[in-house]
């Protein structure tokens, strides 16, 4: 009677892992935070200060600027697909002119964007919060320690709501004279929608510096 009970325990935990195994579900690296299609393009309303300690003025400015998926390519040395992505800006959100070419390129640990020769890890998969990397490992410039803050969270923005967003620390630097403060906000299937960068300090005559903010107007896919 004892072995039949224990033959009876042994069938039972071997069919519940079993029927877990089945049924968890496949871990989402995040792939799709950074959505990489021919066609797929973003607009943004910019607005920037900038601070001018000499001439002891401050300046706003406002504007759209528009991201596209021009083409894509099959790097041999890299072993993978290149999406070359085009940027563009416009003083009213209707004309766009041509401003810059990038490249995404993404592998299975982390999304790569070159930006003027210079490349960036812009993110890293699987994306959790609390995932942390140094930005600039592919580049010439000193280590950022990047951090995803928050992962899979819902955002509005511009009237428009995001049920999965991931929200990433790239540089947090504030003291009594000088702030230097850049993150940037992803959404899945849509891609960048808020970026803020700020660097300015106090000088004697006053404040030197700029502020940058990026939000998103609308998105998709065109044909």
């Known amino acids: 009677m004892h072995k039949v ?3 009876f325990t042994v069938l039972a935990v071997f069919t519940f892992n ?3 195994k089945e049924t968890e579900a496949p871990i989402n690296m995040g792939k ?3 959505p990489l299609e021919k066609g797929k ?3 943004y309303k910019v ?3 900038v601070w001018d300690d000499f001439n002891q003025s401050v300046d ?4 759209f600027v528009k991201t596209s998926i021009d083409t894509s390519y ?3 040395s890299l072993g ?3 999406y070359v992505i085009k940027k563009y800006s416009s003083s009213d959100g209707l004309q766009f002119n041509y401003i810059q070419t990038m490249k995404a390129v993404s592998t299975s640990d982390r999304l790569e964007l070159t930006v003027q020769d210079l490349k960036y890890i812009k993110l890293i998969f699987p994306l959790t919060s609390g995932s942390k990397w140094n930005s600039n490992a592919y580049n010439v410039l000193e280590t950022t320690e990047t951090l995803a803050t928050d992962v899979d969270y819902p955002l509005t923005i511009a009237q428009q709501n995001f049920d999965s967003c991931a929200n990433i620390l790239i540089m947090n630097d504030v003291n009594l004279i000088e702030e230097k403060y850049f993150e940037e906000t992803y959404a899945r299937e849509v891609g960048l929608i808020y970026s803020k960068q700020v660097e300015k300090r106090q000088y004697t005559m006053g404040l030197r510096g700029y502020s940058v903010i990026y939000q998103i107007q609308s998105h998709g896919v065109e044909q």
């Open 5 to 7: 009970f224990l033959l």
């Open 18 to 20: 079993a029927c877990k």
């Open 32 to 34: 799709n935070f950074f």
């Open 41 to 43: 393009y973003q607009v």
């Open 47 to 49: 607005d920037s200060i």
């Open 60 to 63: 706003t400015f406002q504007f």
């Open 74 to 76: 099959f790097d041999a």
């Open 80 to 82: 993978t697909q290149v």
